[in-house]
Nanobody
Framework: QVQLVESGGGLVQAGDSLRLSCTASARTFSSYAMGWFRQAPGLERDIVASISSRGVITYYADSVKGRFTISRDNAKNTVYLQMNSLKPEDTAVYYC?????????????????WGQGTQVTVSS
């Protein structure tokens, strides 16, 4: 069973930065693509970014391109989401997820394993 544990959320002001981390218990972490999703109250869980197993290929939602960066350290079984120039509309619960393939995925149903989520709140 794979366990994912996120950290790094919090309350910040617009324009600030945060870095989220997600550590996985998977033995072969380097074989799996990872994704970050977010869900605001009353809305669906949407893709934020995804990264291939070796970190070569990344995908970003249009709303975060140029502001967020996904990266991974396979030696530490950890994926990161660096969030810069945060906006109030970035406020949501952020989830990391693991996909049982090497390639990026853009929809929630492609990811069988999920973390518990971490709250990010951006005040104006």
């Amino acid at each position: 069973q794979v366990q994912l544990v996120e950290s790094g959320g919090g309350l910040v002001q617009a324009g600030d930065s945060l870095r989220l981390s997600c550590t996985a218990s998977a033995r072969t972490f380097s074989s799996y693509a990872m994704g970050w999703f977010r869900q605001a109250p009353g809305l669906e869980r949407d893709i934020v970014a995804s990264i291939s197993s070796r970190g070569v290929i990344t995908y970003y939602a249009d709303s975060v391109k140029g502001r967020f960066t996904i990266s991974r350290d396979n030696a530490k079984n950890t994926v990161y989401l660096q969030m810069n120039s945060l906006k109030p509309e970035d406020t949501a619960v952020y989830y990391c997820a693991l996909r049982l393939t090497t390639m990026v995925g853009t929809t929630a149903d492609e990811y069988p394993y999920w973390g518990q989520g971490t709250q990010v709140t951006v005040s104006s």
